[in-house]
């Protein structure tokens, strides 16, 4: 449950972090990492049952007849 806050904090603290990266290519894969991380921290966020917003698919299978 906590999961999705620990990877949303980490990106962007990552995004913070990368600022003090002098090398232009390093700094570009670290915020590109970091967006990775805050981007699946709410993802995971939104998979949860108790969240407003879900994403698509998810709880029981919806049947309909042709």
Same mark, same amino acid.
């Given at each position: 449950?906590?999961?999705?806050? +620990? #990877? ?11 600022? /003090? ?13 970091? +967006?990775? #991380?805050?981007?699946?921290?709410? #993802? +995971?966020?939104? /998979? /949860? ?6 994403? !698509? ?8 007849? !042709?």
């Amino acid at each position: 449950m906590m999961l999705g806050w +620990v #990877l949303i904090a980490a990106g962007l603290s990552g995004l913070v972090l990368a600022m /003090r990266i002098g090398s232009r290519g390093a700094r570009g894969i670290t915020q590109g990492a970091a +967006v990775l #991380l805050a981007a699946i921290g709410g #993802l +995971v966020l939104m /998979r /949860r049952p108790q969240s407003g917003v879900q994403l !698509p698919g998810y709880g029981p299978r919806q049947w309909r007849q !042709p």
